[in-house]
């Protein structure tokens, strides 16, 4: 290396216009989520309540859209039931941006992931999970922009898990588990994402 100056320069230079490219967006969302059931052993089927969501995104562009993480929290009970269950996702998703004028977009996109549910009555925890999204966004500053979605987010679950609860009406004991294979929830999500 005939100047080391040369190269150290090179090197700033180079880290600071990559720098400059790169771009992160994290947007806390809060939402609403309904969906997914359970049945007892004599085929009645309870659903999980819908509940307040949180939820949180960090993303980085990518050609027309973006790329990043995804993760959502839903603390719920069995409707009749009361069990208590708590629902996280985590996933990696992907999206495309379509501008609809100078300050706003749509976009959709899909996500692969995990999900988790902590509850006394679910034996195997954890399984596959996958989402669809769409929404809007309309930009505030360059730094800042509001949003706006709907997302499905679906969970393979293991239908031979099952645990034991009280039926509230008549103090029977039951046997629950999961009424299908696949568990289906909806989402509604508000957010404000924060670019820098």
């Not at 880290?15 to 809060?30: E, H, K």
């Not at 839903?74 to 996280?88: E, K, P, V, Y």
Request: glycine share 10%.
């Amino acid at each position: 290396m005939k100047n080391p100056s040369n190269w150290l320069v090179s090197s700033v230079l180079l880290s600071l216009s990559i720098g400059a490219q790169a771009s992160v967006s994290i947007t806390p969302f809060i939402g609403y989520t309904g969906g997914g059931s359970v049945e007892d052993q004599n085929e009645r089927t309870y659903d999980i309540d819908p509940a307040l969501n949180f939820a949180f995104a960090i993303e980085t562009p990518l050609e027309q859209g973006r790329i990043g993480l995804f993760y959502s929290n839903q603390s719920s009970d069995l409707q009749n039931i009361g069990n208590a269950s708590n629902i996280h996702y985590l996933q990696f998703q992907s999206s495309i941006y379509y501008p609809v004028s100078p300050q706003w977009q749509t976009y959709v996109g899909l996500g692969l992931g995990a999900s988790y549910v902590d509850a006394d009555w679910v034996d195997n925890k954890y399984g596959f999970s996958g989402s669809a999204f769409g929404g809007v966004e309309y930009e505030i500053s360059k730094h800042f922009a509001f949003t706006a979605q709907v997302r499905w987010l679906g969970t393979v679950v293991d239908s031979d898990t099952s645990g034991a609860c009280v039926l509230p009406t008549d103090g029977s004991s039951c046997f629950i588990k999961f009424e299908t294979d696949w568990m289906n929830q909806f989402q509604s999500n508000i957010g404000i994402t924060y670019r820098f």
